[in-house]
């Protein structure tokens, strides 16, 4: 049986990345029928199923620890409980914000991941090897767009880098453990995420250099999940109106 | 080519390791890579698949066999000779027969993998289309798992996910 | 590239070759790209696959609105995979107009000038969870009787979009029932929901198969050349039989005080539709008819950019090859 304050840990970890996926998807679906073109529409809309899979998937997992209902963390927790990143509930921006957010996550979920697949707690070790299959697929996605709109015209050239400029200290927040992290990491059922810091500013440094954009300096990063920005509370207000709109409804 | 759509790109799906590609439809796309991953997305939600291609629209010489009828139909200036893909359809009754891949052949025209075809096979309509322009996945296992199998997990998108529900039902429960 | 072979009434051999596409078509054969095809029929079709790709896209508005209010993760899954397969079809659609020789390009231009119609259900507005459910059972409901008889099209391309398109739908129409009936055995704020979104969506649903054949001038040369194999009437009946008695047996009232069931024909007879509203619809004066077309131009213009880098792009890997 797991030890309490470790299962209170890992619960706690289970939901900030069940919030991080579910924010984000929130996001991706925004732009459902507002694509550049047809075929974005229904690849937009397929990353926005697969990232709500994940949060499912990682809400299964937290459910088997403490019988929790999916949709009652989701859509009737108190806003201010919430414990996603800030970088996945700033507001879409144009396209090549939402593309240059998209990589910059899933460059880090495939980091994630791939140790996250070894984890000594067997449940989380099996989801993790799941939804790693599909991030490949974000990450050549997201960065095939990357790069296209890094290398393409000016405009698109300047609308990236200022996405960058924007984004990438948020990126850095992904880094940061959260309160009671250190006990998962080291009984190994949590990768350490400072030992992942330094491979992804590598690779995203490298990518990013390649296609021509320059990474910022500097910027503020996020302390704690518990910091959001003001877009926070009307993404949730809108996401669980219905469900708060009738609290007596059994099922939806 | 370049109007506000991008250019279209056939899209050929294979199924599993044994099943004959098929030419599925087509997506706009502004390069061929970008077609590759945006026909993973519009072509494998549902069923899995082993394998995918893709091939710029204008590349295709496609006749139908109506079409053959005319002596001069397959005649046209040949090049260096080169690997074709030539694909049939069968039949005109089952909506759902799309063109299967009849093989690949050296020729030194459109016409004439299409001619080479015929030896093999019968059709009502073909398509023929140069190797060198066709981008695919690579069978590799790690390809084929990032990019086909998660579809196979998604139950929820299977009808049988859902049973059918009557309001009698709905009553007793 | 396929080469069309169209046919006019002033070319010489056009009534032998009538006669033969006439036959073909009795013999239940498909016309495919390429093959010989009166200039009316590749006009009528154009219209038709294009109008009902126009639709799809345009129905993914006042859905998608819905995706980020769903109440719970199943049903935000599930709308989720129903937008996105509206995307789907839109492009089969596209695709299966293509192969009649009309270009994307083309077709997108006369959405956002106004001058293409499309389906007039996408006028009107989502007001409420509920609609989601009700525009899954009875929207999808009458799209899927419509779209079952249009698989049997002539037209190759058509015909299997139509297949693959009604297989996808019967999901959605199955999803859509759930939920309404879920609803109205529900709390009470759930039964008024959902009879509301019935109430206001039923009418606009009973239009969806068009006016009465009396008043459809296109329908018998649609009928002679197998682009339509029934008329608006007889799916609106077949609808209208299949629902009826499930939506009364969940409890809820239909919004129509002259609908009866005839014991004779065993159909479900309606009270007067309309149609003066159904025109006003079409002609452009619905409640979300601006902006819809307003929301597509917008998403048009502002993709500009993007579609604009994605050329550049691909230019110079082609220059960049070429060395």
């Given at each position: 049986m797991l030890d309490p304050y470790l299962k209170e840990a890992l619960i706690r970890k289970l939901t900030a990345l069940a919030d991080d996926e579910v924010v984000l998807a929130q996001r991706l679906s925004e732009w459902v029928a507002h694509a550049p073109i047809l075929e974005e529409d229904i690849a937009i809309a397929n990353l926005a199923q697969d990232e709500l899979g994940h949060a499912k998937l990682y809400l299964e997992l937290r459910q088997e620890l403490d019988g929790s209902d999916p949709d009652q963390v989701v859509f009737l927790r108190d806003p201010l409980d919430y414990g996603n990143a800030v970088l996945v509930e700033l507001p879409r921006g144009d396209w090549a914000f939402t593309m240059v957010r998209q990589y910059l996550f899933d460059a880090y979920e495939g980091l994630w991941l791939r140790e996250a697949a070894s984890s000594r707690y067997a449940p989380l070790a099996e989801v993790a090897a799941r939804i790693l299959k599909e991030e490949r697929f974000h990450l050549k996605h997201s960065s095939l767009w990357v790069e296209r709109l890094a290398l393409g015209t000016e405009e698109s050239h300047r609308r990236a880098q200022e996405a960058l400029d924007l984004l990438f200290p948020y990126a850095r927040q992904l880094f940061r453990p959260l309160e009671g992290e250190e006990a998962l990491v080291e009984a190994g059922f949590v990768p350490d995420l400072k030992a992942l810091e330094g491979p992804y500013l590598e690779e995203v440094g490298s990518f990013l250099k390649g296609v021509g954009l320059r990474v910022p300096e500097g910027g503020y990063v996020p302390k704690s999940r518990r910091e959001h920005t003001e877009h926070l509370w009307s993404l949730l207000a809108e996401m669980q109106s219905v469900a708060r709109w009738d609290r007596e409804a059994k099922a939806w | 080519?370049?109007?506000?759509?991008?250019?279209?790109?056939?899209?050929?799906?294979?199924?599993?390791?044994?099943?004959?590609?098929?030419?599925?439809?087509?997506?706009?796309?502004?390069d061929p890579e970008h077609a590759l991953l945006v026909a993973r997305h519009v072509f494998v939600r549902r069923p899995s698949a082993y394998a995918l291609f893709v091939a710029p629209a204008e590349a295709f010489f496609h006749v139908t066999q109506e079409g053959l009828r005319d002596p001069m139909a397959l005649e046209m200036p040949e090049g260096e000779a080169e690997a074709y893909w030539v694909f049939a359809k069968r039949s005109h009754r089952r909506s759902m027969v799309y063109g299967d891949l009849v093989g690949r052949f050296l020729a030194k025209s459109p016409g004439e993998a299409v001619k080479e075809a015929l030896l093999q096979t019968q059709g009502v309509a073909f398509w023929a289309v140069p190797e060198r322009v066709i981008l695919g996945t690579e069978p590799k296992a790690e390809v084929i798992e990032s990019w086909f199998a998660p579809a196979k997990d998604k139950t929820y998108r299977l009808q049988s996910y859902y049973g059918l529900i009557t309001a009698k039902e709905m009553e007793d429960a | 590239m396929v080469r069309l072979r169209i046919g006019y009434p002033e070319d010489p051999d056009y009534g032998e070759r009538l006669a033969e596409f006439e036959a073909r078509i009795a013999r239940g054969e498909k016309i495919e790209p390429g093959d010989w095809m009166p200039a009316e029929y590749r006009r009528q079709l154009i219209r038709m696959i294009s109008q009902h790709a126009h639709s799809e896209w345009v129905g993914m508005l006042?859905?998608?609105?819905?995706?980020?209010?769903?109440?719970?993760?199943?049903?935000?899954?599930?709308?989720?995979?129903?937008?996105?397969?509206?995307?789907?079809?839109?492009?089969?659609l596209y695709h299966a107009?293509?192969?009649?020789?009309?270009?994307?390009?083309?077709?997108?231009?006369?959405?956002?000038?106004?001058?293409?119609?499309?389906?007039?259900?996408?006028?009107?507005?989502?007001?409420?969870?509920?609609?989601?459910?009700?525009?899954?059972?009875?929207?999808?409901?009458?799209?899927?009787?419509?779209q079952t008889m249009l698989a049997q099209c002539s037209y190759g391309p058509y015909s299997r979009a139509m297949v693959r398109i009604c297989a996808e739908e019967t999901f959605h129409h199955k999803q859509g029932k759930e939920a309404v009936l879920l609803y109205?055995?529900?709390?009470?704020?759930?039964?008024?929901?959902?009879?509301?979104?019935?109430?206001?969506?039923?009418?606009?649903?009973?239009?969806?198969?068009?006016?009465?054949?009396?008043?459809?001038?296109?329908?018998?040369?649609?009928?002679?050349?197998?682009?339509?194999?029934?008329?608006?009437?007889?799916?609106?009946?077949?609808?209208?039989?299949?629902?009826?008695?499930?939506?009364?047996?969940?409890?809820?009232?239909?919004?129509?005080?002259?609908?009866?069931?005839?014991?004779?024909?065993?159909?479900?007879?309606?009270?007067?539709?309309?149609?003066?509203?159904?025109?006003?619809?079409?002609?452009?004066?619905?409640?979300?008819?601006?902006?819809?077309?307003?929301?597509?131009?917008?998403?048009?213009?502002?993709?500009?950019?993007?579609?604009?880098?994605?050329?550049?792009?691909?230019?110079?890997?082609?220059?960049?090859?070429?060395?």
């Open positions: - | 080519m370049w109007g506000t759509e991008w250019p279209r790109y056939e899209v050929i799906k294979q199924d599993t390791e044994r099943s004959l590609p098929q030419m599925v439809g087509s997506v706009h796309a502004a | 006042p859905e998608g609105a819905w995706i980020p209010r769903a109440p719970s993760l199943r049903r935000k899954l599930i709308l989720l995979a129903k937008v996105q397969d509206e995307a789907g079809h839109g492009q089969y107009a293509e192969t009649l020789g009309i270009t994307r390009e083309e077709m997108v231009e006369a959405l956002l000038s106004g001058k293409a119609k499309y389906s007039n259900i996408f006028n009107y507005p989502t007001l409420t969870w509920a609609d989601i459910g009700i525009i899954g059972w009875l929207v999808d409901g009458m799209a899927i009787k419509n109205a055995k529900g709390t009470r704020k759930q039964r008024q929901m959902v009879q509301d979104a019935l109430n206001r969506w039923w009418w606009p649903t009973l239009m969806m198969a068009g006016p009465h054949d009396s008043e459809s001038p296109h329908t018998p040369l649609l009928l002679r050349w197998g682009i339509k194999t029934k008329t608006n009437d007889q799916i609106r009946q077949e609808f209208l039989n299949e629902h009826v008695p499930e939506l009364l047996e969940a409890g809820l009232s239909i919004p129509d005080p002259d609908l009866r069931y005839d014991e004779k024909t065993g159909n479900w007879l309606h009270g007067p539709i309309l149609w003066e509203e159904f025109w006003k619809v079409i002609g452009g004066e619905g409640p979300m008819n601006r902006h819809r077309l307003l929301a597509r131009r917008r998403a048009h213009e502002e993709g500009r950019w993007v579609r604009e880098a994605l050329e550049a792009h691909a230019r110079q890997r082609l220059a960049q090859a070429a060395d």
